[in-house]
């Protein structure tokens, strides 16, 4: 089933009888009437709200919209212990069945939403505090890989919130680097600037730390390297020391294995 708006009311997702309905295969009569055999067993407050006509139509209700409300008698919505209770009293294998895919896109939307905000929260904050950090004409290794940074933090795959992937690609880089002895030719294609952490991060502690920033003329050598080699040869065995699983790893290195285009 298509996934519906989910409103909250009394800081608490909730359905209406139609809405959960529509969900169950079943009628908005066949729950009324079950609720009309079963009065005891439903908590106003627990398992359902009765909306008055006023809170529908105050300016900071968005029920009364997202519900279609075009009555004047107020509303009654259903909490998601309500809901299951209803859904349980219909005694099938089927309706149970699809109140789990309820939970899943109806139910659990809002908390998957807020996991993810500070999933990406996570990564933000650390572009934010080293913003404007690298000198003019240089590149840092964390400024690059921010897309993998962010696939690994915000997809569910069991990535610990305090590893920093960054580092890893860091210490690879460079020992490609010195081996292809890329800094011959110049002495200031690698430079050190001063790398922060925010406060959520345990490495904030040591702020702020020192880290190499290369020079644009091995932009495009690096972001070769990183797709060719980096994702191809080293990300793998990475993954698998932070006990990320190995089909979780194929999904990874697939969407990983393309790199910021050259601007």
Not at 46 to 74: A, I, M, P, R, W
Not at 147 to 159: A, R, Y
Request: hydrophobic fraction near 30%.
């Amino acid at each position: 089933m298509k996934e519906l708006t989910a409103p909250q009311y009394n800081n608490q997702t909730v359905a209406t009888l139609d809405v959960l309905a529509k969900f169950l295969g079943t009628s908005k009569n066949t729950l009324q009437g079950n609720l009309q055999k079963n009065p005891e067993k439903f908590i106003e407050g627990k398992h359902f709200f009765n909306v008055s006509h006023e809170d529908l139509k105050c300016t900071t209700s968005t029920l009364g919209e997202v519900f279609d409300y075009k009555g004047n008698t107020g509303l009654q919505v259903w909490t998601e212990r309500g809901c299951a209770r209803l859904s349980k009293l219909l005694r099938t294998d089927e309706a149970w069945d699809l109140w789990e895919e309820m939970e899943d896109s109806y139910f659990n939307v809002s908390t998957k939403q807020e996991n993810a905000i500070k999933r990406d929260k996570h990564i933000l904050d650390r572009m934010l505090c080293n913003e404007g950090s690298v000198p003019d004409g240089y590149f840092s290794v964390f400024e690059e890989t921010t897309k993998l940074i962010h696939l690994l933090h915000c997809s569910d795959i069991g990535f610990p919130k305090n590893a920093i992937p960054d580092i890893s690609v860091g210490k690879t880089w460079s020992k490609f680097y010195k081996h292809n002895r890329l800094d011959d030719n110049c002495s200031d294609v690698k430079i050190k600037y001063l790398h922060f952490y925010p406060e959520s991060y345990n490495q904030s502690k040591s702020n702020p730390q020192k880290a190499y920033c290369y020079s644009f003329e091995h932009l495009k050598k690096f972001r070769w390297w990183f797709k060719n080699e980096y994702i191809v040869n080293h990300l793998h065995e990475y993954l698998k020391r932070k006990k990320v699983s190995t089909d979780e790893i194929i999904s990874i290195l697939s969407c990983a294995s393309k790199p910021k285009s050259l601007n």
